[in-house]
Protein backbone atom coordinates (compact mmCIF):
# COMPACT_ATOMS: atom_id res chain seq x y z
CA UNK A 1 0.00 0.00 0.00
CA UNK A 2 1.36 2.99 -0.76
CA UNK A 3 0.38 6.62 -0.76
CA UNK A 4 -1.25 8.71 1.93
CA UNK A 5 -3.35 6.23 3.31
CA UNK A 6 -0.57 3.76 3.08
CA UNK A 7 1.44 5.84 5.32
CA UNK A 8 -0.75 6.41 7.81
CA UNK A 9 -1.87 2.48 8.02
CA UNK A 10 2.05 1.77 8.46
CA UNK A 11 2.60 4.14 10.94
CA UNK A 12 -0.68 3.62 12.49
CA UNK A 13 0.39 -0.52 12.90
CA UNK A 14 3.78 0.18 14.04
CA UNK A 15 2.03 2.85 16.97
CA UNK A 16 0.17 -0.34 17.97
CA UNK A 17 2.79 -2.92 17.67
CA UNK A 18 4.70 -0.87 20.03
CA UNK A 19 1.94 0.13 22.63
CA UNK A 20 1.30 -3.76 22.72
CA UNK A 21 4.51 -4.77 23.50
CA UNK A 22 5.20 -2.20 26.12
CA UNK A 23 2.12 -1.42 27.18
CA UNK A 24 2.80 1.98 28.73
CA UNK A 25 0.00 4.45 27.65
CA UNK A 26 -2.82 1.56 28.75
CA UNK A 27 -1.37 0.88 31.82
CA UNK A 28 -0.57 4.36 33.23
CA UNK A 29 -4.50 5.54 31.85
CA UNK A 30 -6.01 2.92 33.33
CA UNK A 31 -4.33 3.54 36.60
CA UNK A 32 -4.98 7.35 36.65
CA UNK A 33 -8.70 6.42 35.75
CA UNK A 34 -8.98 3.25 37.99
CA UNK A 35 -7.87 6.16 40.77
CA UNK A 36 -10.14 8.87 39.57
CA UNK A 37 -13.18 6.73 39.74
CA UNK A 38 -12.08 5.15 43.60
CA UNK A 39 -11.59 8.69 44.71
CA UNK A 40 -14.99 9.63 43.75
CA UNK A 41 -16.59 6.66 44.92
CA UNK A 42 -15.42 7.54 48.58
CA UNK A 43 -16.19 11.32 48.33
CA UNK A 44 -19.76 10.89 46.67
CA UNK A 45 -21.84 8.28 47.70
CA UNK A 46 -24.92 8.85 45.53
CA UNK A 47 -27.84 6.49 45.74
CA UNK A 48 -28.96 5.18 42.22
CA UNK A 49 -31.21 8.56 40.99
CA UNK A 50 -28.33 11.10 42.44
CA UNK A 51 -25.72 8.74 40.21
CA UNK A 52 -27.28 8.72 36.92
CA UNK A 53 -27.57 12.55 37.33
CA UNK A 54 -23.32 13.24 38.46
CA UNK A 55 -22.06 9.80 36.81
CA UNK A 56 -22.03 11.74 33.19
CA UNK A 57 -19.39 14.30 34.70
CA UNK A 58 -17.25 12.37 36.31
CA UNK A 59 -16.62 9.61 33.92
CA UNK A 60 -15.79 11.91 31.45
CA UNK A 61 -14.05 14.24 33.38
CA UNK A 62 -12.20 10.70 34.70
CA UNK A 63 -11.44 9.84 30.33
CA UNK A 64 -10.49 13.48 29.83
CA UNK A 65 -7.40 13.15 32.50
CA UNK A 66 -6.55 10.10 31.40
CA UNK A 67 -6.50 10.72 27.86
CA UNK A 68 -3.72 14.01 28.82
CA UNK A 69 -1.71 10.73 30.55
CA UNK A 70 -1.66 9.09 26.95
CA UNK A 71 -1.48 12.34 24.48
CA UNK A 72 0.74 13.84 26.54
CA UNK A 73 3.22 10.45 25.72
CA UNK A 74 1.72 10.55 22.05
CA UNK A 75 5.27 12.49 20.88
CA UNK A 76 7.80 12.17 23.13
CA UNK A 77 8.24 8.50 21.77
CA UNK A 78 8.97 10.02 18.45
CA UNK A 79 11.05 12.74 19.66
CA UNK A 80 13.32 10.38 21.45
CA UNK A 81 14.59 8.57 19.00
CA UNK A 82 14.97 11.68 16.17
CA UNK A 83 11.77 9.95 14.71
CA UNK A 84 10.18 13.43 14.60
CA UNK A 85 12.91 14.69 12.48
CA UNK A 86 13.23 12.12 9.81
CA UNK A 87 9.46 12.39 9.40
CA UNK A 88 9.81 16.24 8.49
CA UNK A 89 12.50 15.90 5.74
CA UNK A 90 10.51 13.00 4.54
CA UNK A 91 7.99 13.10 1.49
CA UNK A 92 5.17 11.61 3.41
CA UNK A 93 2.62 14.27 3.83
CA UNK A 94 2.47 15.73 7.30
CA UNK A 95 -1.71 14.61 7.68
CA UNK A 96 -1.13 10.87 7.44
CA UNK A 97 1.37 11.41 10.39
CA UNK A 98 -1.27 13.58 12.45
CA UNK A 99 -3.78 10.56 11.30
CA UNK A 100 -2.24 7.61 12.59
CA UNK A 101 -1.23 9.52 15.56
CA UNK A 102 -4.57 10.97 16.45
CA UNK A 103 -6.19 7.21 15.09
CA UNK A 104 -3.73 5.46 17.45
CA UNK A 105 -4.46 7.62 20.59
CA UNK A 106 -8.47 7.39 19.75
CA UNK A 107 -8.29 3.38 20.24
CA UNK A 108 -6.25 3.56 22.61
CA UNK A 109 -8.55 5.40 24.93
CA UNK A 110 -11.34 3.90 23.79
CA UNK A 111 -10.01 0.59 24.68
CA UNK A 112 -9.15 2.44 28.20
CA UNK A 113 -13.12 3.56 28.06
CA UNK A 114 -14.25 0.49 27.34
CA UNK A 115 -12.48 -1.34 30.23
CA UNK A 116 -13.58 1.27 32.57
CA UNK A 117 -17.03 1.55 31.96
CA UNK A 118 -18.05 -1.88 34.12
CA UNK A 119 -16.16 -0.52 36.93
CA UNK A 120 -18.36 2.28 36.62
CA UNK A 121 -21.65 0.89 36.33
CA UNK A 122 -20.81 -1.52 39.28
CA UNK A 123 -19.15 1.59 41.24
CA UNK A 124 -22.36 4.05 40.61
CA UNK A 125 -24.78 1.40 40.43
CA UNK A 126 -25.58 2.58 36.95
CA UNK A 127 -28.60 1.64 35.40
CA UNK A 128 -29.25 3.04 31.62
CA UNK A 129 -32.70 4.63 31.60
CA UNK A 130 -32.71 6.13 27.95
CA UNK A 131 -31.96 4.77 24.73
CA UNK A 132 -28.32 3.08 25.65
CA UNK A 133 -27.60 2.64 22.08
CA UNK A 134 -26.96 6.50 21.53
CA UNK A 135 -24.11 6.48 24.12
CA UNK A 136 -22.28 5.08 20.99
CA UNK A 137 -22.24 8.04 18.89
CA UNK A 138 -22.05 10.12 21.94
CA UNK A 139 -18.55 7.68 23.42
CA UNK A 140 -16.94 7.88 19.62
CA UNK A 141 -17.95 11.68 19.15
CA UNK A 142 -16.79 12.58 22.46
CA UNK A 143 -13.38 11.00 21.97
CA UNK A 144 -12.58 11.95 18.81
CA UNK A 145 -12.95 15.53 19.99
CA UNK A 146 -10.99 14.91 23.10
CA UNK A 147 -8.22 13.27 20.91
CA UNK A 148 -8.11 14.98 17.33
CA UNK A 149 -7.53 18.35 19.31
CA UNK A 150 -5.49 16.81 22.14
CA UNK A 151 -3.15 14.82 19.44
CA UNK A 152 -2.61 18.32 17.99
CA UNK A 153 -1.87 20.11 20.99
CA UNK A 154 0.32 18.01 22.18
CA UNK A 155 2.69 18.96 18.94
CA UNK A 156 2.33 22.26 19.80
CA UNK A 157 3.53 21.67 23.45
CA UNK A 158 6.70 20.00 22.05
CA UNK A 159 8.66 23.28 22.19
CA UNK A 160 7.52 24.72 25.23
CA UNK A 161 8.78 24.60 28.09
CA UNK A 162 6.16 22.66 31.03
CA UNK A 163 5.38 20.72 28.15
CA UNK A 164 3.23 18.66 30.22
CA UNK A 165 1.46 21.62 31.76
CA UNK A 166 0.80 23.02 28.29
CA UNK A 167 -1.32 20.19 26.83
CA UNK A 168 -3.94 20.90 29.26
CA UNK A 169 -3.37 24.15 29.45
CA UNK A 170 -4.36 24.57 25.65
CA UNK A 171 -6.82 21.96 25.53
CA UNK A 172 -9.39 22.26 27.96
CA UNK A 173 -10.65 25.61 26.77
CA UNK A 174 -11.34 24.49 23.44
CA UNK A 175 -12.67 21.47 24.09
CA UNK A 176 -15.10 22.95 26.67
CA UNK A 177 -18.16 23.15 23.84
CA UNK A 178 -17.41 19.09 23.15
CA UNK A 179 -17.59 18.29 26.99
CA UNK A 180 -20.62 20.58 27.89
CA UNK A 181 -22.18 18.72 24.67
CA UNK A 182 -20.96 15.01 25.85
CA UNK A 183 -21.68 15.28 29.42
CA UNK A 184 -25.29 16.34 28.62
CA UNK A 185 -25.98 13.88 26.07
CA UNK A 186 -24.84 11.21 28.70
CA UNK A 187 -26.76 12.66 31.44
CA UNK A 188 -30.09 12.97 29.29
CA UNK A 189 -29.32 9.20 28.15
CA UNK A 190 -28.81 8.09 31.30
CA UNK A 191 -31.41 10.23 33.07
CA UNK A 192 -33.82 9.08 30.32
CA UNK A 193 -36.52 11.78 30.51
CA UNK A 194 -38.49 11.19 27.77
CA UNK A 195 -39.24 15.00 27.35
CA UNK A 196 -35.12 15.26 26.64
CA UNK A 197 -33.23 14.36 24.16
CA UNK A 198 -29.54 13.78 23.16
CA UNK A 199 -29.61 14.63 19.67
CA UNK A 200 -29.36 18.47 19.77
CA UNK A 201 -25.91 16.99 21.64
CA UNK A 202 -24.97 14.24 19.17
CA UNK A 203 -25.19 16.86 16.08
CA UNK A 204 -23.26 19.52 18.17
CA UNK A 205 -20.62 16.88 18.95
CA UNK A 206 -20.28 16.08 15.00
CA UNK A 207 -19.94 20.00 14.08
CA UNK A 208 -17.13 20.35 16.42
CA UNK A 209 -15.89 17.26 15.55
CA UNK A 210 -15.98 18.12 11.24
CA UNK A 211 -14.73 21.59 12.23
CA UNK A 212 -11.84 20.92 14.41
CA UNK A 213 -10.54 17.71 12.40
CA UNK A 214 -10.57 20.52 9.10
CA UNK A 215 -8.51 22.60 10.40
CA UNK A 216 -5.98 19.87 12.79
CA UNK A 217 -5.61 18.45 9.48
CA UNK A 218 -4.83 22.20 7.82
CA UNK A 219 -2.72 23.51 10.41
CA UNK A 220 -0.43 20.45 11.20
CA UNK A 221 2.16 20.92 8.27
CA UNK A 222 2.56 24.44 9.52
CA UNK A 223 2.86 23.04 13.31
CA UNK A 224 5.28 20.11 12.55
CA UNK A 225 7.60 22.19 10.78
CA UNK A 226 7.59 24.81 13.22
CA UNK A 227 11.36 24.69 14.63
CA UNK B 1 4.02 60.36 16.34
CA UNK B 2 5.23 60.34 19.47
CA UNK B 3 4.68 64.08 20.70
CA UNK B 4 0.36 63.00 20.05
CA UNK B 5 0.91 60.54 22.60
CA UNK B 6 0.85 62.97 25.56
CA UNK B 7 -2.00 64.78 23.84
CA UNK B 8 -4.11 62.04 23.40
CA UNK B 9 -3.45 61.00 27.00
CA UNK B 10 -4.89 64.35 28.42
CA UNK B 11 -7.66 64.12 25.91
CA UNK B 12 -8.52 60.86 26.89
CA UNK B 13 -8.09 61.22 30.56
CA UNK B 14 -10.94 64.11 30.31
CA UNK B 15 -12.64 61.81 28.29
CA UNK B 16 -12.59 58.54 30.96
CA UNK B 17 -13.64 61.30 33.96
CA UNK B 18 -16.50 62.94 31.77
CA UNK B 19 -17.83 59.21 31.09
CA UNK B 20 -17.36 58.56 35.04
CA UNK B 21 -19.38 61.89 35.74
CA UNK B 22 -22.09 60.98 33.71
CA UNK B 23 -22.15 56.77 34.47
CA UNK B 24 -22.40 58.31 38.17
CA UNK B 25 -24.45 61.83 38.38
CA UNK B 26 -26.28 62.35 35.17
CA UNK B 27 -27.84 58.74 34.11
CA UNK B 28 -30.99 58.01 35.20
CA UNK B 29 -31.25 55.73 38.37
CA UNK B 30 -32.70 52.48 37.39
CA UNK B 31 -36.11 51.36 39.32
CA UNK B 32 -35.58 48.32 39.99
CA UNK B 33 -31.49 47.37 40.73
CA UNK B 34 -30.96 51.27 42.00
CA UNK B 35 -27.34 52.51 41.90
CA UNK B 36 -25.67 49.24 41.31
CA UNK B 37 -27.03 49.38 37.42
CA UNK B 38 -24.60 52.00 37.15
CA UNK B 39 -21.85 49.25 37.08
CA UNK B 40 -23.30 48.50 33.52
CA UNK B 41 -21.49 51.57 32.38
CA UNK B 42 -18.22 50.04 32.19
CA UNK B 43 -18.89 46.23 32.18
CA UNK B 44 -20.44 46.64 28.73
CA UNK B 45 -18.09 49.06 27.28
CA UNK B 46 -15.75 46.86 29.04
CA UNK B 47 -16.69 43.48 26.91
CA UNK B 48 -17.66 45.27 23.70
CA UNK B 49 -13.63 46.93 23.42
CA UNK B 50 -12.36 43.29 24.58
CA UNK B 51 -14.28 41.71 21.70
CA UNK B 52 -13.20 43.88 18.90
CA UNK B 53 -9.76 43.27 20.35
CA UNK B 54 -9.66 39.78 20.36
CA UNK B 55 -11.67 40.11 17.02
CA UNK B 56 -8.07 41.85 15.69
CA UNK B 57 -6.07 39.51 16.81
CA UNK B 58 -8.12 37.26 15.61
CA UNK B 59 -7.76 38.90 11.76
CA UNK B 60 -4.17 39.29 12.54
CA UNK B 61 -3.58 35.61 13.49
CA UNK B 62 -5.20 34.90 9.97
CA UNK B 63 -3.32 37.23 8.42
CA UNK B 64 0.62 36.29 9.95
CA UNK B 65 -0.46 32.40 8.78
CA UNK B 66 -1.70 32.92 5.12
CA UNK B 67 0.68 35.96 4.53
CA UNK B 68 3.99 33.71 4.52
CA UNK B 69 3.06 32.19 1.17
CA UNK B 70 1.69 34.52 -1.80
CA UNK B 71 -0.39 31.79 -3.30
CA UNK B 72 -2.38 31.75 0.35
CA UNK B 73 -2.44 35.61 0.59
CA UNK B 74 -4.29 35.85 -2.58
CA UNK B 75 -6.39 33.00 -1.96
CA UNK B 76 -7.46 34.64 1.49
CA UNK B 77 -7.82 38.22 0.33
CA UNK B 78 -10.30 37.05 -2.32
CA UNK B 79 -11.96 35.05 -0.24
CA UNK B 80 -12.67 37.78 2.31
CA UNK B 81 -14.06 39.85 -0.42
CA UNK B 82 -16.06 37.16 -1.24
CA UNK B 83 -17.63 36.88 1.97
CA UNK B 84 -18.04 40.31 2.04
CA UNK B 85 -20.20 40.09 -0.79
CA UNK B 86 -21.91 37.34 -0.20
CA UNK B 87 -23.05 39.38 3.40
CA UNK B 88 -24.29 41.86 1.24
CA UNK B 89 -26.05 39.90 -0.94
CA UNK B 90 -27.30 37.69 2.02
CA UNK B 91 -28.91 40.86 3.95
CA UNK B 92 -30.89 41.87 0.83
CA UNK B 93 -32.20 38.81 0.73
CA UNK B 94 -33.63 38.47 4.20
CA UNK B 95 -35.00 42.11 4.09
CA UNK B 96 -36.97 40.77 1.09
CA UNK B 97 -38.01 37.55 1.95
CA UNK B 98 -40.08 38.07 5.54
CA UNK B 99 -40.04 34.56 6.90
CA UNK B 100 -36.28 34.94 6.95
CA UNK B 101 -36.37 39.00 8.30
CA UNK B 102 -38.41 37.04 10.81
CA UNK B 103 -36.65 34.62 12.16
CA UNK B 104 -33.85 37.60 13.21
CA UNK B 105 -33.09 38.10 16.71
CA UNK B 106 -35.00 41.24 17.93
CA UNK B 107 -33.82 44.79 16.65
CA UNK B 108 -31.47 43.58 14.45
CA UNK B 109 -32.09 44.81 10.70
CA UNK B 110 -31.35 43.29 7.56
CA UNK B 111 -28.67 45.48 6.50
CA UNK B 112 -26.71 44.94 9.27
CA UNK B 113 -26.14 41.52 8.11
CA UNK B 114 -24.07 43.53 4.64
CA UNK B 115 -22.52 46.06 7.12
CA UNK B 116 -20.54 43.31 9.06
CA UNK B 117 -19.55 41.83 6.42
CA UNK B 118 -18.22 44.71 4.38
CA UNK B 119 -16.72 46.16 8.72
CA UNK B 120 -15.17 43.13 8.35
CA UNK B 121 -13.42 43.16 5.02
CA UNK B 122 -12.30 46.76 5.27
CA UNK B 123 -10.78 45.91 8.62
CA UNK B 124 -8.68 43.09 7.04
CA UNK B 125 -7.70 45.02 4.36
CA UNK B 126 -6.62 48.14 6.21
CA UNK B 127 -4.55 46.01 8.72
CA UNK B 128 -3.01 44.27 5.95
CA UNK B 129 -1.86 47.99 4.30
CA UNK B 130 -0.53 49.15 7.53
CA UNK B 131 1.25 46.27 9.07
CA UNK B 132 3.63 43.75 7.00
CA UNK B 133 4.09 40.60 8.30
CA UNK B 134 5.76 40.50 11.30
CA UNK B 135 3.88 43.91 12.81
CA UNK B 136 0.94 41.92 12.07
CA UNK B 137 2.23 39.74 14.74
CA UNK B 138 3.11 42.24 16.88
CA UNK B 139 -0.08 43.19 16.45
CA UNK B 140 -1.23 39.67 17.43
CA UNK B 141 0.11 40.32 21.01
CA UNK B 142 -0.86 43.45 21.81
CA UNK B 143 -4.58 43.17 20.92
CA UNK B 144 -3.97 39.51 22.95
CA UNK B 145 -3.04 40.96 25.95
CA UNK B 146 -4.60 44.48 26.41
CA UNK B 147 -7.98 42.27 25.09
CA UNK B 148 -7.41 40.04 28.36
CA UNK B 149 -7.08 43.01 30.47
CA UNK B 150 -10.62 44.40 29.39
CA UNK B 151 -11.99 40.84 29.43
CA UNK B 152 -11.03 40.60 33.15
CA UNK B 153 -12.40 43.67 33.71
CA UNK B 154 -16.01 41.85 32.32
CA UNK B 155 -15.19 39.16 34.46
CA UNK B 156 -15.02 41.04 37.85
CA UNK B 157 -17.46 43.90 37.56
CA UNK B 158 -19.88 41.10 36.37
CA UNK B 159 -20.32 38.77 39.77
CA UNK B 160 -19.78 42.30 41.71
CA UNK B 161 -23.13 43.35 39.20
CA UNK B 162 -24.75 40.08 39.50
CA UNK B 163 -24.15 39.49 43.34
CA UNK B 164 -26.32 42.62 45.04
CA UNK B 165 -29.22 42.42 42.29
CA UNK B 166 -29.60 38.54 42.04
CA UNK B 167 -28.30 37.32 44.69
CA UNK B 168 -25.79 34.86 43.28
CA UNK B 169 -21.94 35.47 42.29
CA UNK B 170 -21.66 33.49 38.85
CA UNK B 171 -24.26 31.40 36.43
CA UNK B 172 -23.13 29.62 33.75
CA UNK B 173 -25.71 31.50 31.01
CA UNK B 174 -24.79 31.98 27.58
CA UNK B 175 -22.55 35.42 27.96
CA UNK B 176 -20.97 34.87 31.16
CA UNK B 177 -19.76 31.22 30.33
CA UNK B 178 -18.47 32.44 26.71
CA UNK B 179 -16.53 35.46 28.45
CA UNK B 180 -15.34 33.31 30.39
CA UNK B 181 -14.21 30.62 27.47
CA UNK B 182 -12.89 33.37 25.49
CA UNK B 183 -10.50 34.45 28.90
CA UNK B 184 -9.28 31.20 29.12
CA UNK B 185 -8.38 30.88 25.49
CA UNK B 186 -6.43 34.32 25.61
CA UNK B 187 -4.70 33.38 28.81
CA UNK B 188 -3.44 29.70 27.15
CA UNK B 189 -2.54 31.94 24.26
CA UNK B 190 -0.54 34.48 26.44
CA UNK B 191 1.06 31.50 28.09
CA UNK B 192 2.22 29.57 24.82
CA UNK B 193 3.99 32.53 23.82
CA UNK B 194 5.95 32.93 27.17
CA UNK B 195 6.47 29.47 27.28
CA UNK B 196 7.39 28.37 23.79
CA UNK B 197 10.84 28.73 23.10
CA UNK B 198 10.73 28.05 19.52
CA UNK B 199 11.38 30.68 16.49
CA UNK B 200 8.17 29.49 15.16
CA UNK B 201 6.24 30.68 18.58
CA UNK B 202 4.11 33.07 16.45
CA UNK B 203 2.89 30.63 13.97
CA UNK B 204 1.83 28.23 16.79
CA UNK B 205 0.43 31.14 18.73
CA UNK B 206 -1.85 32.19 15.50
CA UNK B 207 -3.02 28.59 14.91
CA UNK B 208 -4.28 28.73 18.36
CA UNK B 209 -6.16 31.95 17.95
CA UNK B 210 -7.81 30.55 15.13
CA UNK B 211 -8.92 27.46 16.96
CA UNK B 212 -10.05 29.76 19.92
CA UNK B 213 -12.00 31.91 16.85
CA UNK B 214 -13.52 28.70 15.60
CA UNK B 215 -14.33 27.86 19.41
CA UNK B 216 -16.26 31.04 20.45
CA UNK B 217 -18.71 30.10 18.57
CA UNK B 218 -19.45 26.89 19.71
CA UNK B 219 -19.22 27.72 23.53
CA UNK B 220 -21.90 30.42 22.68
CA UNK B 221 -24.25 27.42 21.11
CA UNK B 222 -23.90 24.59 23.14
CA UNK B 223 -24.46 27.11 26.52
CA UNK B 224 -27.73 28.04 24.68
CA UNK B 225 -28.88 24.67 23.99
CA UNK B 226 -27.73 23.70 27.24
CA UNK B 227 -29.70 26.62 29.12
CA UNK B 228 -32.81 26.01 27.05
CA UNK B 229 -32.80 22.60 28.78
CA UNK B 230 -32.13 23.74 32.09
CA UNK B 231 -33.65 27.70 32.68
CA UNK B 232 -31.82 29.44 35.17
CA UNK B 233 -31.92 33.50 35.86
CA UNK B 234 -30.64 35.72 32.72
CA UNK B 235 -28.03 38.66 34.02
CA UNK B 236 -28.23 41.79 32.37
CA UNK B 237 -31.46 40.97 30.36
CA UNK B 238 -32.34 42.00 26.95
CA UNK B 239 -35.32 44.41 25.92
CA UNK B 240 -34.98 47.91 25.08
CA UNK B 241 -32.73 50.79 26.79
CA UNK B 242 -33.71 54.25 27.62
CA UNK B 243 -31.81 56.14 25.61
CA UNK B 244 -30.22 58.92 28.24
CA UNK B 245 -28.48 55.52 29.54
CA UNK B 246 -27.22 54.75 25.63
CA UNK B 247 -25.95 57.98 25.77
CA UNK B 248 -23.95 57.42 28.46
CA UNK B 249 -22.63 53.80 27.63
CA UNK B 250 -22.17 55.28 24.72
CA UNK B 251 -19.71 57.92 26.24
CA UNK B 252 -18.09 55.25 27.91
CA UNK B 253 -17.92 53.17 25.27
CA UNK B 254 -15.99 56.02 23.32
CA UNK B 255 -13.55 56.86 26.47
CA UNK B 256 -12.51 52.83 26.38
CA UNK B 257 -11.97 52.73 22.89
CA UNK B 258 -9.71 55.72 23.16
CA UNK B 259 -7.99 54.38 26.28
CA UNK B 260 -7.39 51.28 24.83
CA UNK B 261 -6.49 52.21 21.73
CA UNK B 262 -3.88 54.56 23.71
CA UNK B 263 -2.56 51.62 25.65
CA UNK B 264 -2.78 49.31 22.92
CA UNK B 265 -0.25 52.03 21.18
CA UNK B 266 2.14 51.73 24.20
CA UNK B 267 2.43 47.98 24.14
CA UNK B 268 2.51 47.59 20.37
CA UNK B 269 5.58 50.30 20.52
CA UNK B 270 7.50 48.62 23.78
CA UNK B 271 6.91 45.25 21.37
CA UNK B 272 8.51 46.84 18.91
CA UNK B 273 11.56 48.07 20.92
CA UNK B 274 11.87 44.84 22.47
CA UNK B 275 12.29 42.69 18.97
CA UNK B 276 14.93 45.42 17.75
CA UNK B 277 16.67 45.00 20.95
CA UNK B 278 16.26 40.89 21.00
CA UNK B 279 18.10 41.45 17.46
CA UNK B 280 20.65 43.77 18.35
CA UNK B 281 21.40 41.15 21.36
CA UNK B 282 21.82 38.49 18.67
CA UNK B 283 24.12 40.16 16.63
CA UNK B 284 26.14 41.30 19.37
CA UNK B 285 27.04 37.43 20.50
CA UNK B 286 27.78 36.89 17.12
CA UNK B 287 30.27 39.44 16.70
CA UNK B 288 32.09 38.71 20.11
CA UNK B 289 34.63 36.11 19.41
CA UNK B 290 37.05 37.62 21.96
CA UNK B 291 34.93 36.42 24.71
CA UNK B 292 33.92 32.77 23.38
CA UNK B 293 36.12 30.53 24.97
CA UNK B 294 39.04 29.04 22.70
CA UNK C 1 -24.00 50.51 46.31
CA UNK C 2 -20.92 49.37 48.11
CA UNK C 3 -20.65 47.13 44.79
CA UNK C 4 -21.01 49.59 42.60
CA UNK C 5 -17.52 51.42 44.43
CA UNK C 6 -15.81 48.33 44.87
CA UNK C 7 -16.63 47.21 40.83
CA UNK C 8 -15.49 50.46 39.31
CA UNK C 9 -12.00 50.65 41.57
CA UNK C 10 -11.21 47.08 40.77
CA UNK C 11 -11.63 48.01 36.58
CA UNK C 12 -9.29 51.22 37.46
CA UNK C 13 -6.96 48.80 39.62
CA UNK C 14 -6.90 45.87 37.43
CA UNK C 15 -5.63 48.74 34.25
CA UNK C 16 -3.21 50.49 36.95
CA UNK C 17 -1.29 47.17 37.64
CA UNK C 18 -0.94 46.21 33.83
CA UNK C 19 0.12 50.02 33.39
CA UNK C 20 2.53 49.28 35.75
CA UNK C 21 4.07 45.98 33.74
CA UNK C 22 4.27 48.10 30.76
CA UNK C 23 6.19 50.40 32.13
CA UNK C 24 8.44 48.50 33.96
CA UNK C 25 9.26 46.50 31.16
CA UNK C 26 9.74 49.92 29.53
CA UNK C 27 12.42 50.47 31.74
CA UNK C 28 13.75 47.03 31.63
CA UNK C 29 13.96 47.68 27.88
CA UNK C 30 15.67 50.97 28.38
CA UNK C 31 18.44 49.25 30.76
CA UNK C 32 19.21 47.01 27.88
CA UNK C 33 19.49 49.38 25.24
CA UNK C 34 21.99 51.17 27.23
CA UNK C 35 24.26 48.30 27.64
CA UNK C 36 24.13 47.59 24.39
CA UNK C 37 25.45 51.10 23.24
CA UNK C 38 28.12 50.78 26.36
CA UNK C 39 29.65 47.70 24.95
CA UNK C 40 29.79 49.14 21.72
Known sequence: MSGPPGVTFETLKKDIRLEWRSKDAINSMLFFALLVVVVFSFSFDPNAEESRLIAGGL????????????LNQTWARELRNQVLDAYRVSPAPANSLFLAKAIGNFIFVTVLEALMVPLFVVFYKLRVLGPAWQLVPVAVLGTWAIVVNGTFFAAMSLRTRSREIMLPLLLFPITIPALISTVEATTTILVGD?????????????????????????????????? | MRKAFPILGVLTAILLSYALYLAMLVAPREQTMGDVQRIFYYHVPSAWTAFLLFFINFIGSIQYLVRRNPVSDKVANWTIITLAVLC???????????DLKAALPEGTEPSAIGTTGVIIAIAYFVIRKYFNIDAVDALAVTTAEVGVVFCTVVLVTGPLWARPVWGIWWTWDVR????????LIYVSYLILRRFSSSGQTPVMAAALAVFGALDVPLV????????????QPVIGGGGSIDPRMLHVLL?????????AYLVCWSRYRLE?????VEEAQALESLLEPRSAPR | MNFLYV???????????????LVRRYSRLRREVDELKKSR
Open chain 1, 59 to 70: VWVAFLFAAVVA
Open chain 2, 176 to 183: LTSTLVLW
Open chain 2, 220 to 231: YFSIWIFRTQHP
Open chain 2, 88 to 98: CIGGVVVAVVP
Open chain 3, 7 to 21: AYGATWAIHIVYLVT
Open chain 2, 251 to 259: MNWLAFLCF
Open chain 2, 272 to 276: IIKRE
Open chain 1, 194 to 227: PTTSAKFWIVLLATYDVMFTIACLALFETVLHAE
